[in-house]
């Protein structure tokens, strides 16, 4: 299946593109490959992450080889919940994940508990490891928007106006293209979480600067897009991405203030175990040196 598409507010197209191609009788899409791409490119970025935290990529391999069904999973059953009347008349229509319908923060979820159990078990540092995943994710995410682009969906409200316009030729229509916003957001997020990464004070804190900062954008960028999961007059995803950011904020204040707290306290520590006096430190004001013809005088007298 082929799409044709242009950019009419940046002079570009139409053009068109092809969903995938056929290997030896196989089809492959290229939604697929987008996504495996993204999979490489995060575990490869990762560990150096993992480097820097004392992370073995053994470890980080595991993570990601039992993330991604368990990533596949909860995406999927994140959508199916929510879309339960197109599903309910034909259950085994539920599998068919090629069709279409995989929702991020469901495969976000799904990738988190699977992740959440391995640290259990295997005694490592869950926050550290989030902290890892976090780039992984923003990599993922970055091109596998990309996906949505080739297959023509998760474009958003109808505009003439926007200069990034996307126009669906097949389909007569022009939208916003918010799998443009949302991929380019996320490169920004993958920036700026690195020059955050500087400051931070404690473990997890990048992973929950990642939440707060991606639902802040998908909560505008979700507001445009036409093919929404609702529950009842709201948009599910936007209602969690909000609360990503609530919750996100609100911990990183939490943890950022025990930090400070527990770095006084060690300071404090110090200074008792090594006789540090603040006051007998302070600069004292030096005497004046007798000159010789004081002294003299003073014999004198």
């Excluded at 540092?125 to 890892?132: H, N």
């Excluded at 991405?241 to 203030?257: E, K």
Aim: hydrophobic fraction near 45%.
């Amino acid at each position: 299946m082929t799409n044709t598409i242009a950019f009419p507010g940046l002079g570009i197209g139409p053009f068109t593109l092809s969903r995938g191609f056929t290997f030896f009788g196989l089809t492959i899409h290229w939604y697929g490959i987008l996504i495996a791409l993204g999979i490489v490119l995060a575990y490869l970025y990762g560990k150096k992450k993992a480097k820097e935290r004392d992370i073995s990529s053994e470890s980080l391999l595991d993570i990601i080889l039992l993330g991604l069904p368990s990533a596949i999973i909860g995406a999927r059953l994140y959508y199916v919940i929510f879309s339960w009347a197109d599903y309910r008349d034909d259950f085994l229509s539920v599998f068919k994940i090629w069709e279409g319908g995989l929702a991020i923060y469901g495969g976000i979820i799904g990738a988190f508990i699977s992740t959440l159990v391995y640290c259990r078990v295997k005694k490592l540092p869950l926050a550290k490891i989030l902290d890892v995943c976090a780039f992984g994710l923003l990599i993922g995410q970055i091109l596998g928007r990309w996906g949505n682009f080739v297959n023509a969906e998760a474009y958003g409200s109808l505009t003439e106006t926007a200069l990034l316009r996307m126009q669906l030729v097949d389909r007569g229509i022009t939208v916003h293209p918010t799998f443009l916003y949302e991929s380019l957001w996320n490169l920004m997020v993958f920036f700026l979480l690195h020059v955050y990464e500087k400051r931070r004070l404690f473990d997890g804190e990048i992973f929950l600067a990642y939440l707060s900062a991606y639902g802040t954008g998908r909560f505008f960028i979700e507001g445009m897009r036409q093919d929404s999961l609702w529950l009842g007059p709201v948009r599910i995803s936007q209602c969690v991405a909000a609360l990503c950011v609530v919750l996100g904020v609100i911990f990183i204040i939490r943890g950022r203030r025990r930090a400070r707290r527990q770095m006084e306290e060690v300071d404090n520590h110090r200074c008792k175990t090594c006789g540090f006096d603040p006051v007998d430190s302070m600069e004292k004001p030096t005497e004046r040196p007798i000159t010789a013809k004081a002294e003299e005088k003073e014999t004198q007298e």
